[in-house]
């Protein structure tokens, strides 16, 4: 059973983006559900974030199903970056965002939090 963690940056994307999209609460459960099953990058649906410098496996999900985007499907343009630790069954949310507001993930946030492991 994988554990899911939410560092604090974390935490104030998701409010922020919870007044935006009532739906995320469910839609985050849903994408946990799947992560349990298979947590690895999953192109097109996700992918390894690379270059980072460390050692820790970084991967952003880029096809979110947002029920608060009728119509859209997976295609909601939501983001969520994590980092998935095999060995400790661990995944811990870096980021959630969507498209629109930002181009790519944080990658100082990134490294803060995971750089010097």
Do not use: W
């Not at 409010?15 to 995320?24: D, E, G, M, P, V």
Request: hydrophobic share 35%; aromatic share 10%; with cysteine.
């Amino acid at each position: 059973m994988i554990v899911f963690e939410e560092i604090a940056p974390y935490k104030k994307d998701f409010k922020n983006l919870l007044k935006k999209y009532r739906t995320l609460v469910d839609d985050i459960e849903t994408v946990k559900s799947v992560l349990e099953i298979l947590p690895e990058d999953r192109p097109p649906f996700s992918y390894r974030i690379d270059n980072l410098g460390i050692d820790v496996c970084v991967i952003r999900i880029k096809k979110i199903a947002c029920k608060s985007l009728k119509g859209k499907g997976v295609n909601s343009g939501l983001r969520l970056v994590y980092a998935h630790f095999k060995q400790e069954e661990r995944i811990v949310f870096i980021e959630l965002y969507h498209k629109n507001d930002k181009e790519n993930e944080d990658r100082a946030r990134i490294l803060e939090y995971f750089g010097s492991g």
